[in-house]
């Protein structure tokens, strides 16, 4: 996303030029830009690419969930909506102004046909769910629709960030699907335990992520679907390169396995490495970003053996 912002300045420098005129503040400029109609925001510096870079991080701003998100075409999309409508030279300060404008209609429609196509993908799911022959089948198509589901959430939060009265689009069917998903995952129970001595800060974040990832995993469960089974290795050594710097290295090997045909379908091994400059950090640090990343490929790993199953 930096770069993109990045060439926006540069080509905004090209088309916009400054002009000199005191009676144009700042508060002058943004009043011309109605708020039923655009997001609008100004940045100051004695650099004028500066100036610009402000003003479009300061719309971005209001994007709390955008940047660094799971949809890249998305903030794409948003970013390009953004443009530098003006810059200018104070000149008895010597600074730059200048003022980034988001236009909210074009964009809003934009998404809400984004949404328009994803609620399209998951057109009859509901009524295969509600139809499916057993568990495995219900939550094979709770995982199918669920990445669906999500994106068009997450469209949502930006479609009301744009909306100047905060409304979304297709709220209530989406919150109806999610719903549905987040029902059917849960009746997946997913048992998580220890090979080796048990780790409670790595169990702990397993057991979380998936929890997060929508399905009903603890360390204790009564006739479990799935037993995810995990052995850990790690090791803490110091850095040859920096005084005072620890790393933690964490060799997780988990294996998944149907209690139902007592068949393991899934193994896999996990390398984490972590650095801080005290020791016992570092390790923690390795177990929960271990635990979220295995969660992850727990998942994947259920989803393709569901799929097939």
């Known amino acids: ?27 002058y400029k943004l009043s011309k ?17 500066k100036a610009m870079e402000k003003a479009i991080f300061k719309i971005m701003d209001k994007f709390p969930t955008l940047q660094g998100s799971a949809y890249p075409d998305i903030e794409k999309k948003i970013v390009d909506s953004i443009r530098i409508d003006e810059t200018w030279e104070n000149k008895d300060t010597g600074e730059t102004n200048s003022i980034a404008i988001m236009q909210r209609d074009p964009i809003k429609n934009a998404l809400k046909q984004d949404i328009d196509g994803l609620m399209l993908s998951l ?34 939060e930006q479609i009301r960030v744009i909306d100047y009265e905060n409304n979304g689009y297709r709220e209530k069917e989406i919150k109806d699907i999610n719903k549905l998903v987040s029902k059917t995952l849960a009746e997946l129970k997913v048992v998580v335990v220890f090979s080796t001595e048990e780790n409670e800060i790595i169990k702990t974040s397993i057991v979380k992520a998936l929890n997060e990832l929508g399905l009903q995993a603890d360390i204790s469960l009564e006739n479990p679907d799935i037993e995810i089974e995990a052995s850990i290795e790690t090791v803490s050594f110091d850095s ?33 490495k972590d650095g801080s400059f005290r020791e016992e950090r570092a390790v923690t640090k390795s177990f929960i970003n271990t635990g979220e990343e295995i969660a992850d490929k727990i998942y994947s790993s259920l989803y393709l053996y569901i799929n097939d199953r």
Not at 255 to 272: C, N, P, V, Y
């Open 123 to 156: 057109a009859g799911y509901e009524d295969r769910i509600n139809k499916a022959k057993d568990k495995f089948e219900k939550v094979k198509y709770a995982m199918s629709i669920s990445k669906y589901s999500k994106k068009a959430s997450f469209i949502n």
């Open 1 to 27: 996303m930096i770069k993109k912002i990045a060439i926006l300045i540069l080509v905004s420098i090209f088309i916009v030029g400054c002009t000199s005129n005191r009676k144009k503040t700042v508060n």
């Open 33 to 49: 830009y109605p708020k039923t109609e655009f997001i609008a925001e100004a940045g100051t510096d004695f650099s004028e690419t």
């Open 240 to 272: 040859q390169t920096m005084q005072g710097l620890y790393w933690a290295e964490s060799v997780t090997t988990v294996s998944l396995k149907d209690m139902e045909t007592q068949g393991i379908f899934a193994r896999f091994t996990h390398k984490s």
